[in-house]
């Protein structure tokens, strides 16, 4: 008996993903054009930007980058200001990397007396918006700075202070999504490496760590790319500009080339400030997406 030959009518998008995406492409328009602006602003000259700052540039003028390297002052420069973000950027990372990740296997594996307490003192932390404690915390360590060496702000105008403040800020939220993932750990692992003699910190180093690594790079990138940002935290504390950061030294350089009509290389300082966040998410972009999908296939 011969078989019957079955069609299939494919359908197409219904009207509520057209729209949808329509909604998708404009917004990406939204985001692509400021920054497709800005870029080619960068090498414009400055005859013709102030001709007419919307229209293309005839020639490229690449000597905005390096006007915006090399005009500098023994204080302020746009190098150094990347080198101020570059070690905020590490040390808070790495404090917040060895703090979240030992505090999320205590709370995810341990039982003690008071661990309810600490999980709802981290979930409510979560919810308490950084702004609110900023202005306590100056007084508080700016009082510090004079009792213990007699300066106001020796504490408070610090890079490493500053480092510390991104790296704690950060553990309500990083905890609470750790620790769900450690939660998933198959706890025959750890057993076995109990009944081997292993230590806590051959368990911790040699079977958490290395189940929880894709959920630690995902969380670094996004701790890098805040950090990097944040502008109220570090201009409210870092008052000497030896010290800015690169978001609030671009303010600076603002100032500086907006009065001088240089808007060319202005524009390339903003290219500047924006290309290693722009480098990092290319190339880490698959562990950014794939990053809530760490802690697949440890279910217990």
């Known amino acids: 008996m011969a078989k019957k030959k079955q069609y299939r009518i494919k359908q197409g998008p219904d009207a509520a993903n057209i729209i949808f995406r329509i909604v998708l492409y404009f917004w990406a328009l939204v985001i692509i054009l400021p920054l497709f602006w800005m870029v080619y602003t960068s090498?414009?000259?400055?005859?013709?930007?102030?001709?007419?700052?919307?229209k293309l540039p005839q020639n490229l003028w690449f000597a905005n980058y390096q006007t915006a390297i090399m005009d500098s002052t023994a204080e302020s420069?746009?190098?150094?200001?990347?080198?101020n973000t570059f070690i905020i950027v590490a040390l808070s990372t790495v404090l917040m990397l060895i703090m979240v990740s030992v505090t999320s296997y205590v709370l995810g594996k341990y039982r003690f007396a008071g661990k309810k307490l600490f999980e709802?003192?981290?979930?409510?932390?979560?919810?308490?918006?950084?702004?609110?404690?900023l202005i306590p915390l100056w007084f508080q360590l700016r009082q510090l700075g004079r009792e213990l060496v007699g300066s106001n702000s020796a504490i408070t105008d610090n890079i490493f202070t500053l480092s510390l403040i991104y790296a704690v800020q950060a553990l309500p939220s990083y905890i609470f999504l750790l620790v769900g993932f450690i939660r998933k750990i198959n706890d025959s692992f750890i057993e076995a490496a109990l009944m081997d003699g292993s230590?806590?910190?051959?368990?911790?180093?040699?079977?958490?760590l290395p189940q929880i690594r894709p959920m630690l790079v995902f969380i670094s990138l996004g701790h890098i790319m805040n950090v990097?940002?944040?502008?109220?935290?570090?201009?409210?504390?870092?008052?000497?500009?030896?010290?800015?950061t690169i978001s609030v030294g671009i303010q600076s350089i603002q100032n500086a080339f907006t009065y001088s009509f240089n808007y060319g290389a202005l524009f390339a300082c903003l290219v500047l400030s924006m290309l290693p966040i722009m480098i990092l998410y290319l190339l880490f972009q698959k562990q950014i997406l794939s990053g809530t999908d760490a802690g697949e296939g440890v279910k217990g």
């Not at 090498?43 to 919307?54: G, H, L, T």
């Not at 230590?199 to 958490?208: H, L, Q, S, W, Y």
């Open 77 to 83: 420069s746009l190098m150094r200001y990347f080198g």
């Open 120 to 133: 709802g003192f981290y979930f409510a932390a979560m919810l308490v918006p950084s702004v609110l404690v």
């Open 199 to 208: 230590g806590e910190t051959r368990i911790f180093t040699k079977i958490v």
């Open 43 to 54: 090498v414009k000259e400055r005859s013709e930007f102030i001709a007419d700052r919307f």
């Open 228 to 244: 990097w940002n944040e502008y109220t935290m570090a201009r409210t504390f870092l008052e000497s500009e030896s010290n800015y």
